[in-house]
């Protein structure tokens, strides 16, 4: 790793410069174009036959999955050997997050290119990848992925389903189940997760043709419903040994890494789906009249409009920023070397953390647009003439799969703290370093600083003391024992997440200032407010818990005085902002900065 | 071609009323510029010889673009025409232009789009055929071409039918909605489209052709000035059983909107 790559984590104990990140502001012509051929597949062949999918119409969805299949959309992520594009993580982001704009087909498509085509791009022998590889990057084969079973769900390692050697040592012969499968009414492909001699955790190839491979009928979801989702039932399927994934009893290195791209990619992809989300709701507030007015025109739905596309932006903001971070550490891989696979696994493990807030921060947000929009629209949100109450059933997966929120969660403090422990960053020091100089009395007053969002810029440092505060505190009364609290550990998961939301805000507003002048930016700079001082209270009431679950008495007073030193701050009138904010995309009609 | 604003776009007026806010909008090529493009590729698949399909674009950097939208699609060269002198032309000063181009060239089909969907004159190309003293067939629903390349059958959409064209090449036909279905850019088209070079060409490089012809001062005519559409009324909805709502209706007309 190059030594000027920011550390996955670090940004919670560094500074960094605004030009440093990558933001949408910086795609190049090239990059819009392709987004513009994804958006034109949307909205001309996907929208309109949406009726038709979400009805399971025979065969409409796979023949919209080839179309696009066609245009090169799958190949994407596919190294050029292979017949793909190999294009950078922030093209492939930006195209997935404008395909989410297609409902269930977002879905389809994201199992396909991701948990479907990655193990075989990541594992896959030269063999493998020549007979499967080059035929998922057109479309011609569609892929699954079939970890989940009735038992095992979000303890995936506990799978039952077993594969065992046969006799003549040609066969792994394949028992079990699998529920939950996506795309799995249409696959041709499915990487089947089963243990050897019901030990060795294993992946495979499993084509659907062979002997003993049966398919459940479809599942009857709250949500996409235009994707497929069927249980399989393998009865000694016979599996060539030559289709084992990577080596036999790694499969959780398979399992784990493939869903870290499927994460952050579900973070960009709630971004699509807010957008459009956004611009329905607007136009129709435009449209609707009550009171002899407009419905835009009254506070409060300008004041969800406001926190519906504040929210979209701090999503976007820290997606991009990931796909840059992605971008700087894979991108000098020689793809055609024997262990560029190692390396780019290695590339995106380091950005794990940053991949499990993209999945929670992603997919709440968009469970908050799609419940505003529907409030929009009122009754005609809740009826299926309008497209509300589908985004809003749709925008509810989200939270359940590529592990749940609850797991990433979980991950998210914990990881940080493995890392610390092994020593790839200095978490531990910093959080040593900032409680003596909390309780050192007086606190160090900071120089005053001049320049623009001052204020905020010194909330969002604060934050970020916060989250090594709470975690340093956390950690000296728990020790080994901080797994087992969920509580704690699910406040100091959103304090992380938050920071990382501020910050990401904060530099991109910066760096759009930096090239457009302050009157560019005059909206993002709104927003960027807007957003630190509606969630700085919310980190002040999150870490108290914590402050208030690792201590008592005297202690705890000291610590809270050392948090209200970090937290506190001089409110700015965010209902007014949310009025100008929301004044900005009304006369948009859209969400566009 | 020409690129015009994205069909979704708000237009606004300038605050003096002289022109449109160009400040936010997002470029497209010309819809029907699209039918061109793609029946111009579908000639090229037909012929499979030496034939090369080039798109030509009169307009500020801005159209750089659109004409690399038309590479990626599948055209083999491009052309930006453009010159500070241009600045200011009317269709038919932009035709004078765009014909003197084409008489560089060697062509023996021009396909544009029927009109553009900005300012709606539909005289360009009948203009640039004038110029090149060729024949042209408007807003063309099908097309085909004799396999010596010598002439084409154009059907066009007429009043209450359509009208069957038998013309001779050299042509100008332009295309309507219907025509074909445009393809897209593929993503590995748009990346061949990236090393394909756009030729610039200038006042300079057009012999015959002076500052004075072209511009404003070439113009026949001048914008004097632009007026907002007005605001529409907002919409009522009828609410009760069909029946009601049709009586509601019936009187909505005759007493609000006295048109019956
Ligand atoms: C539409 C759809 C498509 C899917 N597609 C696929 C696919 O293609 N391939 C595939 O393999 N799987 C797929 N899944 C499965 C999905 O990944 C699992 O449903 C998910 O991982 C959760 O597992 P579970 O349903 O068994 O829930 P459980 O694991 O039983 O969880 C139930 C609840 O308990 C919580 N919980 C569990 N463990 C803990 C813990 N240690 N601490 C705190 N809380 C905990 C969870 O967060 C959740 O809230 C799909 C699911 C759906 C609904």
């Given at each position: 790793m190059a030594d000027d790559l920011p550390k996955g984590g670090s940004f919670l104990i560094e500074e960094t410069d605004p030009a440093s990140i990558f933001t949408p502001e910086d795609f190049t012509e090239e990059q819009r174009m392709f987004a513009k051929t994804a958006e034109d597949f949307i909205h001309n062949e996907v929208i309109p036959k949406i009726e038709q999918t979400e009805a399971k119409e025979e065969g409409v969805m796979v023949e919209l999955l080839k179309k696009s299949g066609e245009l090169g959309l799958l190949m994407i992520d596919v190294p050029e050997k292979y017949g793909g594009l190999e294009l950078d993580k922030a093209t492939s982001m930006l195209v997935t997050e404008v395909i989410s704009k297609g409902g269930a087909f977002a879905v389809t498509y994201a199992v396909h290119i991701g948990i479907g085509t990655l193990p075989v791009s990541y594992f896959g022998t030269p063999v493998q990848k020549e007979k499967y590889l080059t035929k998922l990057a057109t479309g011609e084969l569609i892929g699954s992925y079939a970890l989940t079973e009735a038992g095992s769900g979000s303890d995936a390692l506990a799978a039952k389903t077993r594969a065992d050697l046969s006799d003549d040592g040609k066969y792994y012969i394949l028992n079990g189940e699998k529920t939950f499968l996506s795309n799995g009414g249409f696959a041709d492909l499915i990487i089947v997760f089963a243990k050897v001699g019901g030990e060795e955790f294993s992946a495979f190839i499993v084509e659907r043709g062979y002997d003993g491979l049966t398919l459940g009928a479809e599942e009857k979801k709250l949500g996409i419903r235009g994707s497929s989702t069927v249980q399989i039932f393998l009865d000694n399927v016979k599996v060539p040994v030559e289709n084992l994934l990577g080596e036999k009893g790694k499969g959780h290195k398979i399992a784990f890494n493939i869903l870290n791209v499927g994460r952050f990619k579900l973070g960009v992809g709630s971004v699509g789906s807010a957008k459009i989300a956004i611009d329905d709701s607007i136009k129709y507030a435009n449209e609707r009249q009550q009171f002899g007015k407009p419905?835009?025109?009254?506070g409060m739905i300008k004041n969800k409009i406001a926190n519906m596309a504040t929210y979209t932006y701090v999503t976007e903001s820290m997606s991009y920023r990931t796909a840059g971070l992605m971008d700087g550490i894979l991108s000098p891989i020689d793809r055609d070397a024997d262990d560029a696979s190692e390396l780019t696994m290695k590339g995106i493990e380091e950005y794990v953390t940053e991949c499990s807030i993209m999945k929670v921060k992603g997919t709440e947000m968009i469970g908050y647009v799609a419940d505003e929009s529907v409030q929009i629209f009122g009754g005609y949100g809740y009826v299926e003439d309008y497209p509300a109450e589908r985004y809003f059933r749709d925008a509810r997966i989200g939270r359940i799969y590529e592990g749940t929120n609850e797991i990433n969660r979980m991950l998210i403090p914990g990881m940080l703290l493995k890392r610390a422990m092994k020593g790839e960053i200095p978490l531990m020091a910093a959080a040593k370093k900032l409680q003596d100089e909390l309780l050192e009395f007086p606190m160090m007053e900071e120089t005053e600083e001049e320049g623009l969002l001052i204020e905020e810029k010194k909330l969002v440092q604060n934050v970020k003391k916060v989250s090594l505060l709470t975690a340093g505190v956390a950690v000296q009364k728990f020790m080994d024992k901080l797994q087992d609290q969920q509580g704690v550990l699910g406040n100091l998961a959103d304090i992380i997440i938050e920071a990382y939301g501020m910050e990401s805000a904060l530099l991109r507003t910066l760096k759009i200032a930096a090239s457009k002048g302050e009157d560019g930016a005059d909206v993002v700079f709104k927003m960027t407010r807007l957003y630190i001082y509606d969630t700085i209270g919310k980190i002040d009431q999150w870490a108290r818990e914590v402050l208030a679950a690792c201590s008592d008495g005297d202690e705890l007073r000291t610590m809270l005085a050392a948090l209200r030193r970090l937290t506190r701050n001089i409110p700015v009138d965010t209902l007014g902002l949310r009025l100008e904010i929301a004044d900005y995309f009304i006369e948009k009609e859209k969400y566009e900065i | 071609m020409k690129n015009v604003p994205d069909t979704e776009t708000k237009i606004k007026l300038t605050s003096d009323r002289s022109g449109i806010e160009t400040q936010g909008i997002k470029y497209v090529m010309n819809p029907f510029d699209e039918y061109a493009v793609e029946a111009a590729l579908q000639l090229k698949e037909k012929f499979k010889d030496d034939t090369t399909v080039t798109v030509m674009s009169l307009g500020p950097d801005r159209v750089v673009e659109t004409l690399r939208t038309a590479l990626a699609m599948g055209a083999d060269e491009a052309v930006h025409v453009w010159d500070p002198a241009f600045e200011g032309s009317d269709m038919l000063s932009g035709a004078k232009i765009l014909a003197k181009v084409a008489e560089k060239m060697e062509f023996d089909l021009i396909l544009g789009g029927k009109q553009g969907i900005d300012y709606d004159s539909m005289q360009t190309c009948a203009a640039v055929a004038e110029h090149l003293g060729i024949p042209q067939v408007q807003i063309v629903i099908a097309l085909e071409i004799s396999d010596d390349k010598t002439s084409i059958v154009a059907r066009r959409r007429i009043e209450g039918g359509d009208e069957v064209v038998n013309i001779k090449l050299p042509a100008v036909v332009t295309c309507e909605k219907g025509l074909n279905e445009p393809r897209y850019a593929s993503l590995p088209g748009i990346m061949k489209a990236k090393k394909k070079e756009i030729k610039k060409i200038g006042l300079s490089d057009l012999e015959g052709l002076s500052a004075a012809d072209v511009g404003a001062s070439g113009s026949a005519t001048k914008i004097v000035g632009y007026e907002p559409l007005a605001e529409r009324a907002p919409c009522r909805m009828l609410e009760g059983e069909p029946g009601q709502q049709v009586s509601d209706l019936v009187r909505a007309l005759r007493e609000d909107a006295k048109v019956i």
């Open positions: 419905i835009a025109s009254f | -």
